[in-house]
């Protein structure tokens, strides 16, 4: 009983999880260097269309084919470099792509992390419309831990989330970018040995926050909800060791039968990892 208080104590008084169901899993693949890595996607209104990027400074635009709501095929263009304000590739350490917003007049706003912290707007071909727009408080990050999460809200106003918050015990900052300024309007609890992947605001206007743990074997998730001010958490998901490799990208949409969580995994360009697309059905 005594092992299980201090363990209470650790992780904090976790939410019920609500209903989640597992609607599909769907293994991309393709024979070419510049594919994998992928870490954040964004899934068209309709379902059949998405964005993804890879933590290598690039992105692939493509379709999805389905059968009964389920993921049967996906088709792709070629991977495209994210291209700097003088219009050259995107290269050395400001290539760490992490975090992906597609907003309604369909720019791409993408955050990094590295040596180069901050978020840049894109054209769907790659072409820069801005630079790295930063703010002095992201030096404190850990790092190759920082901007790692990024989600549009209703209002225009981008989120952002690091990796890591820089002590076990200290919640996630959730970074504001509205009007050309930032701030940090609230934090989310961390809990047990999760760290931040990616991020989503849904139709619902909550905020959909993806984690993932390594434990030497492989990998398990969790996505929890808040609302826009970091309250009303719940966990909507939870997975054992090695039920998906390494998930990394979320996109939170709805069709005719409610919400739906669109997740892709980043297989770090290894053999033995793999892209997968995950979906699950929301039921509240």
Not at 118 to 142: H, K, M, N, W, Y
Not at 183 to 200: E, K, M
């Amino acid at each position: 009983m005594l092992r299980f208080f201090f363990l209470f104590v650790l992780l904090g008084a976790v939410p019920a999880c609500a209903q989640t169901a597992l609607i599909g899993t769907y293994e991309w693949t393709r024979d070419d260097p510049q594919f994998g890595g992928f870490s954040a996607i964004e899934v068209t209104d309709d379902g059949l269309g998405f964005v993804a990027i890879s933590d290598r400074g690039a992105l692939v635009i493509g379709d999805i084919a389905r059968a009964d709501g389920v993921i049967t095929g996906v088709s792709a263009g070629q991977v495209q470099p994210l291209l700097d304000v003088d219009d050259l590739p995107l290269a050395g350490e400001k290539t760490d792509s992490e975090g992906l917003a597609i907003g309604p007049d369909t720019p791409l706003y993408v955050s990094f992390e590295g040596k180069y912290d901050g978020v840049r707007v894109f054209e769907p071909s790659g072409a820069a419309i801005t630079d790295l727009i930063t703010d002095p408080r992201f030096g404190v990050l850990q790092a190759n831990s920082s901007l790692e999460a990024l989600a549009l809200g209703p209002d225009g106003a981008l989120y952002a989330l690091p990796e890591r918050s820089g002590r076990a015990e200290r919640p996630f900052p959730v970074y504001r970018l509205l009007d050309g300024k930032w701030d940090q309007p609230f934090d989310i609890p961390r809990r047990g040995a999760f760290l931040v992947s990616g991020a989503d605001i849904g139709p619902d206007g909550r905020l959909y926050v993806l984690e993932r743990d390594f434990v030497g074997i492989g990998f398990r998730s969790r996505v929890r909800r808040f609302d826009l001010g970091g309250g009303n958490e719940e966990v909507l998901l939870q997975t054992g060791i090695g039920t998906h490799d390494n998930l990394e990208g979320i996109s939170v949409w709805a069709d005719d039968e409610g919400l739906r969580m669109t997740l892709i995994s980043d297989d770090n360009f290894r053999r033995f990892q793999r892209t997968e697309i995950v979906e699950y059905r929301i039921s509240d």
